[in-house]
């Protein structure tokens, strides 16, 4: 019988009134998302980088997301389940242990001068 627990992060949860996030707020971010998704790809110069911001595709699609992804409390994908399933079937295995090193003639001995 395995010990192993898995956080609570890689159990889905159905997200319940007092659970679910705030929807003017994830509205923003998915909009804001959407938008600097078609931006990059539909216009070169948001490619690139800026002086003041940095690199412009981390802030228009890579924070939203990241801050989307927050919002729902770092839930992951249904490909999940399946996942912790299979790791739940692996039997745990013992540490391993370093083996003892036989040191023959000079080898690994400092040199006397």
Avoid at 89 to 109: D, I, K, S, T
Wanted: charged share 20%; aromatic share 10%.
């Amino acid at each position: 019988m395995s010990i192993w627990s898995p956080s609570p992060a890689a159990f889905p949860r159905q997200p319940q009134a007092d659970d679910a996030p705030e929807s003017v707020l994830e509205r923003v971010l998915r909009y804001w998302f959407a938008a600097g998704l078609l931006g990059v790809c539909l216009v070169p110069q948001l490619r690139g980088s800026s002086e003041w911001i940095g690199w412009l595709p981390l802030w228009l699609v890579g924070m939203p997301l990241a801050a989307w992804w927050a919002l729902h409390r770092f839930r992951l994908p249904a490909a999940a389940p399946v996942l912790v399933r299979r790791l739940r079937q692996l039997r745990p295995r013992p540490q391993a242990r370093r083996r003892g090193v036989r040191r023959q003639g000079g080898f690994g001995r400092r040199a006397v001068a």
